[in-house]
């Protein structure tokens, strides 16, 4: 696997639309549901992950890209672990052998591809800077939130906005990294304020990049009541906004384990650079 790896969010929503059979009258649609605020979105996303500090999770990862030599698929295991105030690093193997490391400390990302010929690593900022490129998809694979592991914060004054049962808001350009004239957007279940979709728009309204959050499910976390567990995406859904490319995260296993995620060397740029030893540096800067 020679990570041009796309990542970004599944559009596609379909519509229930209910039936009476043999009444004389269809019932009338029911109400929508009223928009929540702001600040009881920043509550139940609070509520949601904001105690969880330690991540380690296990699973399969599903990547499809197109190139100009066609169509192409890959899946491997999943380990990922994600450490408050470290960084996140996530390894793809397939049958014992790892094919992929991206990771990132906050201030830069990086994809290490230790199959590709020659060995390679990929290396750019988190943040974009003014008249410098930048990799949205590479940042934005590498932000917690954004792989619905930490809070999604509104930005401030922002008004939700509901659609199809789906309240719409801007998110807080603190907190996210984008251009000028961009915005992040997610979507929150009207009634439960779960996190269903979030989405990066340019200045001229188009969807470059998108994510789903489906079937939400428990992180064991020692010492505290199942109650009270955080709650992740068990199911992360990625897609570029011109359908180049996918990937599908699925975490079948999710544990609070801080020994096995507090390690610094996950996190460090040149101490990942010394193990894996890429011939290949390409830096986006």
């Not at 922002?158 to 998110?171: G, K, T, Y």
């Not at 309204?205 to 428990?218: H, I, K, L, P, R």
């Not at 567990?229 to 990937?247: E, K, Q, T, Y």
Request: net charge negative.
């Amino acid at each position: 696997m020679t990570p041009r790896l796309a990542r970004a969010l599944a559009v596609a929503l379909a519509g229930v639309l209910g039936a009476c059979s043999g009444g004389p009258t269809p019932a009338p649609p029911a109400a929508s549901a009223p928009a929540p605020d702001a600040a009881a979105i920043a509550a139940r996303e609070n509520a949601r992950v904001g105690g969880l500090k330690h991540l380690w999770a296990k699973g399969v990862a599903e990547l499809r890209w197109k190139d100009a030599s066609g169509d192409h698929f890959e899946q491997g295991d999943l380990d990922l672990r994600w450490c408050a105030g470290r960084g996140l690093a996530a390894s793809v193997s397939k049958f014992g052998d790892r094919h992929a490391w991206l990771g990132s400390d906050g201030v830069r990302w990086w994809r290490f591809s230790p199959k590709a010929t020659p060995p390679a690593l990929d290396v750019g900022e988190v943040a974009p800077s003014p008249g410098r490129a930048w990799s949205q998809v590479d940042a934005c694979s590498s932000h917690p939130a954004l792989l619905g592991i930490a809070p999604l914060v509104p930005a401030e004054g922002a008004v939700p906005e509901v659609r199809d049962a789906l309240a719409w808001i801007e998110l807080s350009a603190v907190a996210l990294p984008r251009r000028e004239g961009e915005r992040f957007e997610a979507a929150f279940d009207a009634s439960t304020l779960e996190p269903r979709r979030c989405r990066l728009v340019d200045a001229w309204g188009t969807e470059q990049w998108s994510v789903e959050f489906v079937d939400f499910a428990s992180v064991e976390q020692a010492g505290q009541a199942p109650g009270a567990w955080s709650r992740v995406p068990r199911r992360i859904v990625a897609r570029r906004g011109d359908g180049s490319g996918s990937l599908l995260l699925v975490l079948d296993a999710r544990v609070a384990d801080a020994a096995a995620v507090d390690r610094p060397e996950l996190y460090d740029l040149d101490t990942l650079r010394a193990r894996f030893a890429p011939e290949q540096v390409r830096t986006v800067e």
